[in-house]
T-cell receptor
Framework: KAGVTQTPRYLIKTRGQQVTLSCSPI?????VSWYQQTPGQGLQFLFE???????NKGNFPGRFSGRQFSNSRSEMNVSTLELGDSALYLC???????????????FGPGTRLTVT | GESVGLHLPTLSVQEGDNSIINCAYS??????FIWYKQESGKGPQFIID?????DKRQGQRVTVLLNKTVKHLSLQIAATQPGDSAVYFC?????????FGAGTRLFVKA
């Protein structure tokens, strides 16, 4: 099985712009979670989608949004970019319904976003 | 490669020695715990998990211990190898949310 893929791998944007990141989960996985990773804050949960519905959301401002498509692929969008949004954005997929057990998450390689 | 935490706690061990990485978790209601390994330039990789109704679980060269009384989790790596050099994260799962620890950087000296 192919692993979790994320595109693009690297991205440079300027303040005020918006960005869309894409994640393709492992085939058959219906749960997709997004995380932000920075040296200062570590791995922080953004949101989780299951069957096109947002199941949970972390403590990020409304500039961060996401969605999931019927094929389980997911996108996250950040609007009005700030310098502090520079980070590695990781996507993880899971086969299990998080309502019953978290299940093992498989991470993609991440998208490195740099905001200048 | 990617920099995964410039100010992480660091553990340095000699090749062949055993490593113990510790983690304190926050939510006593968390029912599932996972250890991840993250190498430079890669996403976190699952190592081993444990449910809250267990206190020990063993894998290949790794053992996870869970002490719910003090909300403490540890990862033991036997006969540490250079390829074990990475950042290790614990994660606690409760409901729909996964919360990661800050991570520990493991250096293995040859």
């Amino acid at each position: 099985k192919a692993g979790v893929t994320q595109t693009p791998r690297y991205l440079i944007k300027t303040r005020g712009q918006q960005v869309t990141l894409s994640c393709s989960p492992i085939s058959g996985h219906r749960s997709v979670s997004w995380y932000q990773q920075t040296p200062g804050q570590g791995l922080q949960f953004l949101f989780e989608y299951f069957s096109e519905t947002q199941r949970n959301k972390g403590n990020f401002p409304g500039r961060f949004s996401g969605r999931q498509f019927s094929n389980s692929r997911s996108e996250m969008n950040v609007s009005t970019l700030e310098l502090g949004d520079s980070a590695l954005y990781l996507c993880a997929s899971s086969s299990q319904n998080p309502g019953t057990s978290a299940g093992e998450q498989y991470f993609g390689p991440g998208t490195r976003l740099t905001v200048t | 490669g990617e920099s995964v935490g410039l100010h992480l706690p660091t553990l340095s061990v000699q090749e062949g020695d055993n490593s113990i990485i510790n983690c304190a978790y926050s939510n006593s209601a968390s029912d599932y715990f996972i250890w991840y390994k993250q190498e430079s330039g890669k996403g976190p990789q699952f190592i081993i998990d444990i449910r809250s109704n267990m206190d020990k679980r063993q894998g290949q060269r790794v053992t996870v211990l869970l002490n719910k009384t003090v909300k403490h989790l540890s990862l033991q790596i036997a006969a540490t190898q250079p390829g074990d050099s990475a950042v290790y994260f614990c994660a606690e799962i409760g409901g729909f949310k996964t919360i990661f620890g800050a991570g520990t950087r493991l250096f293995v000296k040859a």
